[in-house]
């Protein structure tokens, strides 16, 4: 595709539940970001990808938090146990090299 | 230490007044970028403008101009003629190499509110 794309758009989830947030990156792009942003907040890195690797997942807040990677291509990032102070809109880029190009995020609410 | 240091969360400025936010960075590569994007309150990134370490004049994008001073590591945006739309958020960042890859690391960003 032409940009970024995230999936769901929006998610409104149950306490406790797992969700899995998708992150299509622009074809070609090694490096992959996920970032967090409660509202009115900065950005948090959470993992950075090269290729299918993870050099940097210093910024997962828990071990509810896991990331892969296929292909060099889609990444999942998956959110065990939801807690309610898991709300926030959930960044995606991707890079190759040069500047971050931006998914539009995935807004998950945890009810 | 951090990579990008924004360390104004919060900043006013009046309406057609220019306004600098301020970003230092560290990195011990001689080769990077520096990149300034905007989020407004829709919440999508845009990005706004790039200086790459070997560039000799300050970059320059219509109203936006980043001030690059790469002995005192800092690259403010500086936005001439402040309009009501440029409210939003404001994050620098810097691309440089890591592990053998090129890597971006963001700010934690500057929320501007221009006020009439």
């Known amino acids: 595709g032409a940009g970024v794309s995230q999936s769901p758009s929006n998610k409104v989830t149950e306490k406790g539940k797992d969700v899995e947030l998708r992150c299509d990156p622009i074809s070609g792009h090694t490096a992959l970001y996920w970032y967090r942003q409660s509202l009115g907040q900065g950005l948090e890195f959470l993992i950075y990808?090269?290729?299918?690797?993870?050099?940097?997942k210093s910024g997962l807040p828990s071990d509810r938090f896991s990331a892969e990677r296929t292909g060099g291509s889609v990444s999942t990032l998956t959110i065990q146990r939801t807690q309610q102070e898991d709300s926030a809109v959930y960044l995606c880029?991707?890079?190759?090299?040069?500047?971050?190009?931006f998914g539009q995020g995935t807004r998950l609410t945890v009810v | 230490a951090q990579k990008i240091t924004q360390t104004q969360p919060g900043m006013f400025v009046q309406e057609k007044e220019a306004v600098t936010l301020d970003c230092t960075y560290d990195?011990?590569?001689?080769?990077?970028?520096l990149f300034w994007y905007k989020q407004p309150s829709s919440g999508e990134m845009i990005f706004l403008i790039y200086q790459g370490s070997y560039d000799e004049q300050n970059a320059t994008e219509g109203r936006y101009s980043l001030n690059f001073q790469k002995a005192r590591k800092s690259a403010n945006l500086v936005i001439s003629a402040s309009q009501l739309g440029d409210s939003a958020m404001y994050f620098c960042?810097?691309?440089?190499?890591?592990?053998?890859?090129?890597?971006?690391?963001f700010g934690t960003g500057t929320k501007l509110q221009v006020i009439p």
């Open positions: 990808f090269q290729g299918n690797s993870a050099p940097d």
């Open positions: 960042a810097m691309r440089e190499l890591s592990g053998g890859y090129q890597k971006v690391t």
């Open positions: 880029a991707s890079s190759f090299p040069g500047r971050a190009f």
């Open positions: 990195t011990s590569d001689q080769s990077y970028g």
